[in-house]
Structures are given as structure tokens and as C-alpha cells.
């Protein structure tokens, strides 16, 4: 499923236009994004948690070189299934 159809079975569920359904797909998926970026997590119960999570800096190889290469620190969203999703899903 990508974003038109999450849109299009949004607005079958609620009966909103397709344009007021991808307002309010959009304006989740902002209200989510903003969340993450002040570094809060987005709690969804019955669905899921969505957090950042930090990843040190790291050291790798090149693998066509053998180089050492430095991987810098960084930032990354995590999402972690609530009990209803993995239940619906199994």
C-alpha cells in the first residue's frame, strides 16, 4: 500500500473527499515527523510507538577498497508495534 491508496481507503472509512482524506494523511504524518524532530515519541495505543533513536559513530571498511571509512553519529526513526497490530497481523 503506498500513500494514494492509504488516501483512497481513508476516505472509503470516514467518507471524506480524496482531497480532505490526503489533507489528513498529511497532516498526520507532519503532526508525527514534528514530533520526532523535538526528539518526543508518537504513542498510538493498539497501534504502535513511533521514537528516534541514537546511533553512535561508527567505523567501517569500503568493501570494493578495504579503507577505513568514518560513519558519523546520527539520528533514527524507530517504530515499535503495539499488542492490537501484531495481534491483527498474526
Known sequence: MNK???????????????????KSVDALLNAVTGALKKGDEVRLVGFGTFSVAKRAATEGRNPRTGAKIKIPASKQPKFKAGKGLKDAVN
Not at 494514494?4 to 490526503?22: C, H, I, R
Open 4 to 22: 494514494n491508496d492509504l488516501v483512497a481507503e481513508v476516505a472509503k472509512n470516514t467518507g471524506l473527499s480524496k482531497t480532505d482524506a490526503s
